[in-house]
C-alpha cells in the first residue's frame, strides 16, 4: 500500500494573445528513466496560502508574470492527482486559474532548486497541437480543460493527469 503525502496546489493556465497556453516540459529527479513530461505553472501552497495566493506566488517564481491576486478570479477547474516526484508520492487537491495576457517573455530566474534541476524548457502550445500530440502532458486532458476555460464553462472535478 502506498502511503500518500496530501498536498494543496494551486495551477495556472497562462494563455496569450493566440489562446496558446504555456507549458513546462521536466522530468522526475528521482527517476529520470521516467522520461520527460509537459506541465502547467504552479505548485504546492504554503501554509496558510489560498489557491489564489498560490496560484499568484508560483506564477510569478516560475514565469517572471507578477498579478495581483485579485486577477486570478475562480479557478476553472479542479481536481484530484497521485503521482511520484522525488522520491515522494503525493495525492495533491488542485485548482486551475485561467490568466490571459496579449504576450509574456517568460522568466524562470525564480525557480527553486528542485525546478532548476528538473525542468529542461518550456513552450506556448494550441489547443489543436495539445489535441494531436503524443507526447505526455498533465493534466492528462489539458486540452478540454483548457477548450472549456476558454468558452467559459468551468468544472469542479476532472481527470487527474494532453
Do not use: K, N
Request: overall charge negative; charged content about 25%.
Amino acid at each position: 500500500m502506498t502511503d500518500y503525502t496530501p498536498r494543496r496546489a494551486a495551477r495556472v493556465l497562462l494563455v496569450d494573445g493566440a489562446d496558446r497556453l504555456l507549458l513546462f516540459r521536466g522530468s522526475d529527479p528521482a527517476r529520470p528513466e521516467g522520461g520527460r513530461w509537459w506541465f502547467t505553472p504552479g505548485g504546492g501552497l504554503d501554509p496558510g496560502e489560498t489557491y489564489a495566493d498560490g496560484a499568484a506566488r508560483e506564477l510569478a517564481e516560475e514565469t517572471g508574470l507578477r498579478l495581483a491576486v485579485a486577477e486570478f478570479g475562480e479557478p476553472v477547474h479542479a481536481d484530484l492527482t497521485e503521482f511520484s516526484f522525488d522520491g515522494v508520492w503525493y495525492r495533491q487537491e488542485q485548482r486551475f486559474f485561467l490568466v490571459r495576457v496579449a504576450a509574456h517573455e517568460v522568466d524562470t530566474t525564480g525557480f527553486s532548486e528542485v525546478e532548476r534541476g528538473s525542468v529542461d524548457g518550456y513552450r506556448w502550445w494550441s489547443v489543436p497541437e495539445l489535441s494531436s500530440t503524443t507526447e505526455r502532458c498533465y493534466p492528462v486532458d489539458v486540452a478540454a480543460i483548457l477548450t472549456r476555460a476558454l468558452t467559459g464553462v468551468t468544472t469542479a472535478t476532472g481527470g487527474a493527469a494532453c
